[in-house]
């Protein structure tokens, strides 16, 4: 396969690896949280992009597989003493498993009506896991610190926690462009196009699209696990926020749905936007309302993102852009 | 055990009308213009603030600070029409889906800056009524009570008058409409007014019974989608039934399991019944 020759590839991974070495070389504290935000972003922001942006079908479900995978990897690290890179794999998995099922049902709905199915399997989650005794009730669950001796200390896990981040979205990247250029994401995104069309000319839409949705879980459960083990706690508030679901629609809407480069740059910018809006003396009380803002202008005049948009008035950034 | 059953259900019965009313003000803009309004749950906690804000700074009797809070929320949906929706009316789904939404961020944004989130409540009482075991609030009859005077009045305007009947049809077949020589934009544009005043005047129904901070408002949201997909998506009357079934369910749901599963039940049902009938239990579209 020639796409390792791709520019577009390597343009997108050097961004991603360059902010990833970048706090693994300075050791700086402040800049890995930022980053390890800015990557989480990305990752998410990615992996929803398999489904929204290939395939065209609206999800706001993505946060259940970061949060039930979340959960699941969590309890197994702090509960049963798992490594956390097994614990994260299992959350990952998972959140497959589930994305597989739910996928078999779920989309023979299409449009808007698998859009408030996937409200309601977010609610259904939150609601399930506040009641659900094993992973705490509506408090959740903390780590020992016991659990931290293996990773030489809570400093030490929090880098090791770092870099699983970044190794996995660089894993979610390289998905993201391998399906772009493949039969399969042909196939998905032709059901995007038209579906009874793509159905007619012999694309498998009901499996293809399972698997798309399988694929775009994974990576979200693996993130949830890595995240909820760096904040220590997990509850069911922070883990099944369905504004977060939004926020991640929100970072692939401004890079541009349907490219693996529109992502990370929605992700990145929509990370820097949030953090100035919440830290300015003059915007704090506002930040909601001007992200709002934001989001509206966007959708009305530039629907296809940052990406989308430069593709389009630029014809020799085809090749560079993916 | 009979007894707490009758009272029980009774009070999920009253609540059920209110829920109706504000999954109607969805289900009509749905129904019209495929259209999912996301900043619903917004401009229910817009409709119990005007309540608030009338109640204690004009001194008006909360019945009638709704009739001015209808008014206020039709005009507020045709202003959300015009600017966030016109445009991506044809688009796909995720762009009237993220417009509305983009919509619910800067209310809530607005609101947490000017109300902060601590709740509020609106001291008004007007008694209880006791009907052998089962005692009634006054307020939640008087909410029933308008949510009936409501239904039938949307009825009445939908089938009985040139605009409502000019809403049916756009709503069947824009373009045939537009070639009859509806105009099209405002009777969307109405609809989605007609909508945002349902949702409004049903958080200015909520106000008067329970407590609400500027956040509430995603509650019974989703509860209005629950509702939408048990009376069938586009079909405001079914919204009402829809709306009477949840509030039933919720008033028993308590009496058999800890109060916390209700939720669960909720969207568990709510799922299973788009798998099953996306159309709705009652949608004979």
Redesign the interface.
């Known amino acids: 396969m020639n796409a390792w020759r791709q520019p577009g590839l390597w343009l997108t991974f050097l961004i991603v690896l360059a902010g990833g070495l970048g706090a693994l070389l300075t050791r700086n504290d402040t800049l890995r949280e930022t980053m390890f935000t800015t990557l989480m972003f990305v990752a998410l922001a990615s992996s929803l992009n398999i489904l ?1 942006g290939y395939t ?1 079908y ?1 999800s706001f479900g993505h946060i259940v597989f970061f949060g039930l995978g979340g959960y699941t990897g969590f309890y197994l690290l702090s509960q049963r003493g798992w490594p956390v890179y097994m614990a994260a794999l299992a959350g990952g998995l998972l959140s497959a498993l589930l994305a597989g099922l739910l996928g078999l ?2 989309f ?2 299409r ?3 698998f ?3 996937t ?3 977010n ?2 989650a ?3 896991v ?2 659900f005794p094993p992973f705490g009730g ?1 408090t959740g669950l903390f780590v020992n610190f016991a659990v931290y001796k293996q990773y030489g200390g809570a400093a030490q896990a929090l880098w090791i926690t770092f870099t699983l981040l970044w190794a996995s979205t660089l894993a979610v990247l390289l998905l993201s462009f391998l399906i772009k250029h493949s039969r399969f994401g042909l196939g998905l995104m032709a059901i995007r196009e038209d579906e009874d069309a793509a159905m007619v000319m012999g694309v498998k839409a009901p499996a293809a699209k399972t698997m798309a949705f399988v694929l775009s879980a994974f990576f979200p459960g693996v993130i949830g696990t890595l995240f909820f083990f760096k904040n220590g706690n997990v509850e069911p508030g922070d883990a099944f926020r369905l504004h977060m679901s ?1 926020e991640t ?2 970072m692939v ?1 401004l890079g541009g ?1 349907g490219t693996v480069l529109g992502p990370v740059v929605g992700a990145v910018t929509y990370e820097r936007l949030r953090s100035y809006l919440l830290t300015s003396s003059f915007f704090k ?9 934001a ?2 202008l966007i ?2 005049f530039v ?1 296809a993102g940052v990406v989308g948009w430069l593709r389009t008035h630029f014809a020799r950034l085809r090749g560079v852009l993916e | 055990m009979p007894a707490q059953l009758l009272a029980s259900l009774t009070d999920g019965l009253l609540l059920g009308f209110v829920y109706g009313v504000a999954a109607m003000g969805l289900s009509l803009i ?1 129904g019209v213009m ?1 259209v ?1 309004n996301l900043s619903h749950g917004p401009i229910i906690a817009l409709g119990m603030f005007t309540t608030y804000l009338i109640f204690y700074n004009v001194g008006l009797n909360p019945y009638l600070a709704i009739l001015v809070v209808a008014m206020l929320g039709l005009i507020f949906g045709f202003l959300i029409y015009g ?2 929706v016109h ?2 009316i044809d ?5 009237s ?3 509305t ?6 209310i ?3 609101g ?2 000017i109300f902060t989130t601590s709740p509020r409540n609106i001291d008004f009482s007007l008694g209880s009524l006791q009907i052998g075991a089962v005692t009634l609030a006054s307020t939640r009859l008087m909410a029933a009570l308008t949510t009936v005077l409501l239904a039938a009045a949307l009825y009445l305007f939908l089938y009985r008058t040139p605009p409502g009947k000019a809403i049916r049809a756009v709503a069947n077949n824009r373009a045939a409409a537009e070639l009859m020589g509806i105009p099209s934009a405002q009777v969307l544009a109405l609809a989605f007014g007609l909508g945002t005043m349902l949702a409004a005047v049903a958080g200015g129904l909520i106000s008067t019974f329970f407590p609400f901070t500027i956040l509430s408002g995603g509650t019974y949201e ?1 509860k209005s ?2 509702i939408c ?1 048990l009376g069938g ?1 586009g079909n405001p009357l079914g919204a009402l039934i829809g709306g009477l079934i949840l509030g039933v369910l919720e008033g028993l749901i308590p009496v058999f399991l ?1 109060v ?2 209700v ?2 039940v ?3 049902l ?2 299973v019944i ?2 099953i009938r ?1 159309s709705g239990l009652l949608g004979a579209r």
């Open positions: 929204l065209g609206v049902a779920i023979r709905l449009g808007a009506y859009a408030l199915a409200i309601g399997i609610e259904a939150r609601a399930f506040n009641n509506p939004i629609l929100v809407m749905q009380n506002l930040h909601l309302a001007f992200s709002g803002l989001l509206l959708v009305l629907p | 749905w495929h999912i600017v966030a445009r991506v688009a796909p789904h995720l762009s889906l993220l417009a939404f983009s919509v619910n961020m800067m809530i944004g607005a947490t800056a989703l989608f629950v997909v998506l800890p916390s599963w939720p669960v909720e969207f568990a709510f799922v788009l798998l996306p």
